[in-house]
């Protein structure tokens, strides 16, 4: 078979969708990141010493903002399923799992968000709180406190970037 696993084509899938709502909604050039965001991720952080900050911005995460979107960063998956239930009995691993991921390659005053698509459920979008973020909306959300990274706001995809599109441009271009 060729082009990848099927896992790796639905995530591929999944990352385009979001580059594309994103280019739509904004009118401006969002990408999916080539092999996803491993890049300077992970064991490969060290890579971020030798690049510059605007090659960094291109490989971190998942999707490539456009170059005034200095603090963007964007993990995103696509499941078949997940685990709602441990969201009200404490730690989730695989949310851990994934929040580690966003967070390995977030810088001081990034707008970090987890993307999230599954089989028959939805599509949410997970954003990791900032003292200074009081202005964003959450309607119909739940609080997830990060074991490693603090508290994160859970809500619709489409909620979320009908209420707060405007708010998530400004914070993620302030200087």
């Not at 990408?31 to 010493?49: L, T």
């Not at 997970?126 to 959300?141: C, E, G, S």
């Amino acid at each position: 078979m060729s082009g990848g696993s099927a896992s790796k084509r639905k995530g591929s899938s999944w990352e385009r969708d979001i580059a594309n709502h994103l280019s739509e909604l904004y009118g401006e050039k969002f990408i999916r990141v080539q092999n996803s965001g491993a890049f300077v991720g992970g064991k490969n952080s060290a890579r971020k010493q030798v690049l510059d900050q605007g090659q960094i911005r291109s490989l971190k995460g998942d999707i490539v903002p456009p170059s005034s979107w200095i603090h963007f960063n964007c993990e995103a998956k696509s499941y078949a399923d997940f685990p709602f239930h441990q969201l009200f009995q404490g730690s989730v691993k695989l949310l851990e799992t994934w929040v580690d991921q966003c967070m390995e390659v977030a810088d001081q005053g990034d707008v970090n968000l987890l993307i999230m698509k599954f089989n028959r459920k939805g599509k949410f979008v997970a954003i990791q709180l900032q003292p200074d973020y009081k202005m964003l909306t959450f309607h119909q959300h739940l609080i997830y406190n990060s074991i490693n990274h603090g508290e994160w706001a859970l809500m619709d995809y489409d909620l979320f970037w009908q209420h707060n599109s405007e708010i998530i441009k400004k914070l993620s271009q302030k200087n």
